[in-house]
């Protein structure tokens, strides 16, 4: 259990509308990302942050956006959002260590946008 | 692009059977991981595989890593129904001052008792 939890759970949420997504680490690791998942295209990645307010766009970044302001909190947000961002999000963090780079998942927040 | 090519997508078998899993890439990768998801819930990490050829066992799972580090198999043995799930692979490259993982669009499978 890497402490990562994520709100909220689930979300509905009407198009044009901004939404924001919190993830949360309790245990001050330094690498944080977001990704989403959808049915036939897997996990891809939105956005990852390498520090506090040290961020870097993803494969499927357009539309979103992300704030690092403490070490813990890794937001993203869709400014005004569309259907097509109907989505489960998951919030990852990595441990540093020697055989290669692991993530660790948050439990997910499933977003409908209606 | 997709980079990590999985198979088979889905499969349904009875309890009992072994199964391999196969995930192919023509990148090399620094180091490759595989995960189960359950419904609901994130992926879960099973193991990481680092060196070209090595072989990692988790009780009746077997993940090897190609020698050239672009591909990578897992094998269940005497499959339960508690292995049912969601399977992820996962390549890791370094970049921009961060690894990044590029997944798999995952196996799904299913043991029927």
């Known amino acids: 259990d890497a402490g990562i939890t994520q709100s909220p759970r689930h979300k509905v949420t009407e198009t044009g509308t901004p939404v924001t997504l919190r993830c949360h680490q309790t245990?001050?690791?330094?690498?944080m990302y977001w990704y989403r998942q959808d049915p036939g295209h897997g996990l891809r990645l939105i956005h990852y942050s390498y520090g506090v307010k040290d961020t870097d766009k993803g494969e499927v970044s357009d539309g979103y956006s992300v704030s690092r302001s403490k070490t813990e909190d890794f937001l993203l947000t869709l400014e005004s959002a569309t259907s097509s961002q109907t989505s489960v999000y998951f919030c990852?963090?990595?441990?540093?260590?020697?055989?290669?780079?692991?993530?660790?998942f948050g439990p997910g927040t499933r977003l409908l946008v209606l | 692009t997709q980079l990590l090519e999985q198979s088979p997508q889905f499969l349904s078998i009875q309890e009992g059977e072994n199964l391999t899993v196969y995930c192919n890439s023509s990148s090399v990768f620094s180091s490759l991981q595989w995960y189960r998801q359950e419904p609901g819930e994130g992926p879960v990490l099973l193991v990481t595989v680092v060196t070209g050829g090595e072989v990692k066992k988790l009780k009746r799972l077997t993940f090897q890593f190609g020698d050239a580090r672009k591909d990578s198999s897992l094998h269940i043995t005497a499959a339960q129904p508690g292995d049912t799930g969601l399977y992820l692979c996962?390549?890791?490259?370094?970049?921009?001052?961060?690894?990044?993982?590029?997944f798999g669009k995952g196996t799904k499978l299913s043991v029927i008792p």
């Open positions: 990852a963090i990595s441990l540093n260590r020697l055989e290669g780079e692991t993530q660790y």
């Open positions: 245990e001050n690791h330094r690498y």
């Open positions: 996962a390549g890791a490259r370094s970049g921009a001052g961060s690894y990044q993982l590029t």
